[in-house]
């Protein structure tokens, strides 16, 4: 079975930065490609960015597109993303996700979920 775990995340001041990475178990990630979501408070979880299972093709939400940056590194099954220039609005519960196919901005593309991190933008 499959498991996907998150972390990095954490508490950060307004443009601050953090690094939160995506391992991943029991599969071979290299036949997926990983996506990112989050989940603010009081809000539906929504899309962030994706990366390709090669890493050669990658997607972001505009609201992100710019600061954040995904990567992935098949060899220690990990996926990584970088934030940078963190605002109050990123603050949410991120989640990795892993998928074989179908659209890669849609929840129900992806086969497996991790537990999600915190991250917070507060001074």
């Known amino acids: 079975q499959a498991q996907l775990v998150e972390s990095g995340g954490g508490l950060v001041q307004p443009g601050g930065s953090l690094r939160l990475s995506c391992v991943v178990s029991?599969?071979?990630?290299?036949?997926?490609?990983i996506g990112w979501f989050r989940q603010a408070p009081g809000k539906e979880r929504e899309f962030v960015a994706h990366?390709?299972?090669?890493?050669?093709?990658?997607s972001y939400a505009d609201s992100v597109k710019g600061r954040f940056t995904i990567s992935r590194d098949n060899a220690k099954n990990t996926g990584y993303r970088q934030m940078n220039s963190l605002k109050p609005g990123d603050r949410a519960v991120y989640y990795c996700?892993?998928?074989?196919?179908?659209?890669?901005?849609?929840?129900?593309?992806?086969?497996?979920w991790g537990q999600g991190t915190q991250v917070t933008v507060s001074s």
């Open positions: 996700a892993a998928r074989l196919s179908g659209r890669y901005d849609l929840e129900a593309s992806y086969d497996y």
């Open positions: 029991g599969i071979t990630l290299d036949y997926y490609a």
């Open positions: 990366i390709s299972w090669s890493g050669g093709s990658t």
